[in-house]
């Protein structure tokens, strides 16, 4: 499962949608930008929202478009300072959100015309050979596509942006920065090592 998104009809909508564009050799680039980039909004104000403390008044006034961390950029932020990913993956999820932004504001906007700056933070993939696994552990077997363009470079990047939030909600007690403990994770997800015929890592 390299597409970590959340277990709704919308959500498997877009990513069908955006596969479609990105099959076509002449697919549409904004549908690809948009879309992937509306997917990774949601799974960071998501994200976030379980990670800070259980008030949804507070929340709200926090993180509700206009208000002072309505904007996905720092919602990246603040979940970088709660530790929910390294700054590799801030600066390209910070990156990929550039790139949406860039097409949802120019009508003549294609991956060739984007600043070097923000394809030069689209790195998750380097000097990697398979995607993590979207839960927990080694990473999967699922290996990375051929990244032989600006928009391969996207899609790709996103893929792991998208792995790397739902790690972190995974990976913690809702509402909390408490992080489950292995043996917990596998109450919650008892095959998550022999569908893939391996072993819990040992410390």
Do not use: C
């Not at 949802?104 to 995607?131: I, N, P, Q």
């Not at 600006?150 to 809702?174: C, E, P, T, W």
């Amino acid at each position: 499962m390299t597409w970590a998104v959340f277990p709704d009809e919308n959500y498997r909508r877009a990513v069908v949608e955006l596969l479609t564009e990105a099959a076509k050799p002449s697919g549409s680039e904004r549908i690809i930008a948009v879309v992937g980039g509306a997917l990774l909004e949601e799974a960071v104000n998501r994200t976030l929202r379980e990670r800070l403390k259980d008030d949804p008044e507070v929340v709200k006034n926090l993180v509700d478009p206009d208000r002072s961390l309505g904007n996905i950029v720092p919602q990246i932020d603040l979940l970088y300072l709660l530790g929910a990913f390294d700054d590799r993956t801030r600066k390209a999820l910070k990156g990929l959100a550039r790139v949406r932004n860039y097409f949802a504001h120019r009508t003549d906007a294609s991956f060739d015309s984007l600043d070097d700056d923000a394809v030069k933070r689209l790195v998750l993939h380097e000097g990697k050979t398979y995607y993590p696994h979207y839960l927990f552990g080694p990473d999967s077997k699922e290996p990375i596509e051929p990244v032989t363009s600006r928009r391969d470079q996207f899609v790709v990047n996103l893929k792991f942006g998208l792995i790397a939030l739902m790690r972190d909600r995974i990976s913690h007690h809702d509402h909390s920065n408490k992080l489950r403990t292995e043996e917990e994770l596998l109450t919650i997800f008892p095959d998550r090592y022999a569908a893939e015929g391996e072993q819990p890592t040992s410390d």
